[in-house]
């Protein structure tokens, strides 16, 4: 069946460092990739997305590509910051419900 | 607006006893979605609704586990005899539909704690 595999953590990163979490995917066809947030306290929110090969997701300085050809949708930022502390979620959507990772939690110190 | 909203937020019960979860979706949403998140594991998919049609129950892990959702709205997750396995996070989502470019909202989750 569809798998999501993201790399295992914590990452502790010093503020404005730069970040990358890998993710890749399996699947019989081409999924939607996402990336989701859960900050301390709340809930799980979207980052970004792409519903394509070559689609480039971005937001709040974050973007991820997506890469046919090496099934992987890694997340970047080039300088991280505290307020970026989270547990991020690489996520597949091929059907109907998201597959997702176990999560990769960051800890980024000042 | 309104997000999606889960009930009780946290929830303590003895080992057999049945629970009853609920999930209010954002209005107009025709798509539910209902995860559980295990300690230390990612979300897994357990059931969605989409407006009238038969849900899709193949994530569920038991028979011990239902759901039932009134036309769009309101959801109820039901865990009956509850055992100690299924301790976690319960979260519900929304869509405005069930295609992958609909974004979920999620929300904050009902923490399970079988004793």
């Known amino acids: 069946g569809d798998s999501v595999t993201q790399m295992e953590g914590p990452v502790t990163l010093s503020e404005e460092a730069f970040l990358t979490i890998n993710c890749t995917y399996t699947?019989?066809?081409?999924?939607?990739l996402f990336w989701y947030v859960q900050y301390p306290g709340e809930g799980l929110q979207l980052l970004l997305k792409?519903?394509?090969?070559?689609d480039k997701g971005s937001n709040k300085g974050f973007e991820a590509t997506y890469r046919k050809e090496t099934t992987s949708f890694h997340l970047e930022k080039g300088s991280v910051q505290v307020s970026d502390s989270a547990v991020y979620f690489c996520a597949g959507q091929a059907g109907t419900a998201l597959i997702f990772g176990k999560g990769t939690t960051l800890s980024v110190s000042s | 607006g309104a997000g999606v909203s889960q009930s009780p937020s946290n929830k303590v019960t003895e080992k057999g006893k049945d629970v009853e979860l609920r999930c209010d979706p954002i209005s107009g949403h025709t798509a539910l979605y209902w995860y559980r998140q295990r300690l230390g594991q990612g979300l897994e998919f357990l059931i969605y609704f989409q407006g009238n049609s038969a849900p899709d129950k193949s994530g569920l892990p038991s028979d011990r586990f239902s759901a039932e959702r009134t036309g769009e709205s309101v959801s109820t997750l039901t865990i009956q005899r509850t055992q100690q396995e299924d301790s976690a996070v319960y979260l519900c989502a929304s869509s405005r539909g069930l295609a992958a470019t609909y974004e979920q909202y999620f929300g904050p989750g009902t923490r399970l704690t079988v004793t």
């Open positions: 699947a019989t066809g081409y999924p939607s």
């Open positions: 792409a519903t394509k090969a070559d």
